[in-house]
């Protein structure tokens, strides 16, 4: 007998705390249990029962080729059969490194991890090391991973610092740690004003995917630029979603800015755990074993997320026309989508940036986390919960992109615009 989704969730939660192992996955904002994924292939994810869906969730960004594509599987196979860790350098990271660098120039140097978190928290602790300052500047809405410093809330009002994201997260870290409104130029003089000398780094996503898509507005991330050049602070581009997910690079290429630090994941892993940081030269090579900032890992690098990552990589580079496809499909789908909306009186605004995107059930416009929260988390539970009703696996949470695949195929589009048309009319 196949076992139903609640009895998979009951006996995870006998041994697993909450009974997942990251916190989103329990769909505590959506309601009822999660469905269990048993495999996946192209665009397509199955459940445990057997139920086909169209996956808009795509393991949140990293199966950009599609589930299980024959040439990542086939490199993983390989790769395993030779040993699947060694603690000793291989050429297969020269290769990925390589291959992240040539494709983003202000990545003059590269160290691998095994998640995004890791090449947050290291960028973090090597921008400290390099400016020899302590506070840090992130943005409401951004999420860079759960390492403590950068699990902060906002304090109230631009120059007060932060405070802990969590329970566990010491206020004195915290208050190291400025919050500040994401597209808010005047926000960030303010900060750089009062904490000139102070400011190690700024982080940011440079297209914000995790309070759902909100796209950078004119001049922000150029003021960004400019004033951490001008104080000698470190500029972090969290690329973990956007890197490789728009063209063959960085969203930073695509916009002629060049952070100091880079950090890569999701993508670039293909499927395996793998996160990057990279960026230039002086600023890398204080890490050791050559600068005295330490940072290591006894997985990073491993030899079955370098194939993963490698052959993912190698297909992107190869079928870099794919990518304008895939953004005209999610375009397509878009405009679709905000008339079905319009057409059933449901307020909806659609943010998206290529193959990446939101509906916020609001009128809109979402610039920052202030606006996002205004959207209708309830509505939208219904929406999650009728769209996969009707085959379509969205994110269970308001407060996430989706994303297309190079799989996903215009009936795709066809068959979720029916699913959406069919979910409105119960709404
Ligand atoms: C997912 C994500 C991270 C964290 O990566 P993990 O591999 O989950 O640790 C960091 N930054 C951004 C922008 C992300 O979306």
Known sequence: MTPTNE???????????????????????????????????????????????IDYVLSWGPMILGHAHPDVIDAICQATRHGTSFGAPTDAETQMAKLISEAIPSIQR??????????AMTAVRLARGHTGRKKIIKFDGC????????LIKAGSGVTTLGIPGSPGIPEELAKLTLSLPYNDPSALEEAFQCYTDQLAAVIVEPVAGNMGVVVPQEGFLKKLRELTSENGTVLIFDEVITGFRF?????????????????????????????????????????APTGDVYQAGTLS?????????IATLKILQ????????????????????????????????????????TVFFQEGPVNDLNSALKSDTGLYARYFHGMLKNRIWLAPSQFEAGFLSFAHTAEDM??????????????
């Not at 309601?31 to 048993?38: E, H, I, L, Q």
């Not at 690098?301 to 990552?309: E, I, Q, T, V």
């Not at 999610?330 to 449901?346: N, R, S, T, W, Y």
């Not at 066809?414 to 709404?427: G, H, I, M, P, Y």
Request: proline share 3%; aromatic share 8%.
């Open 110 to 119: 590269v160290r691998m991890t095994s998640s995004g978190t890791e090449a």
């Open 247 to 287: 063209f063959f690079g960085g969203y930073q290429n695509l916009i002629g800015i060049e952070p100091d630090l880079t950090c890569l994941g999701k993508i670039i892993g293909g499927g395996l755990p793998v996160g990057a940081l990279g960026g230039k030269k002086e600023i890398m090579e204080q890490l």
């Open 414 to 427: 066809e068959r979720t615009l029916d699913a959406c048309s069919k979910t409105l009319k119960n709404l």
């Open 143 to 150: 999420y860079h991973g759960h390492t403590d410093s950068l």
């Open 318 to 357: 190869w079928k870099a026309a794919s990518y304008k496809s895939m953004s005209d499909l999610a375009d397509g789908l878009c405009q679709e989508m905000e008339k079905l909306f319009a057409g059933h009186g449901i307020a909806a605004c659609i943010n998206r940036i290529y193959s990446m995107f």
């Open 301 to 309: 690098g491993n030899p079955l997320a370098m194939s993963a990552g």
């Open 7 to 53: 009895n998979l969730f009951e006996a995870a939660g006998r041994v697993i705390a909450g009974g997942v192992n990251s916190p989103v996955r329990a769909w505590k904002s959506v309601g009822g249990d999660p469905v269990f994924a048993s495999h996946a292939k192209g665009s397509r994810i199955y459940d445990s029962t057997g139920k086909e869906y």
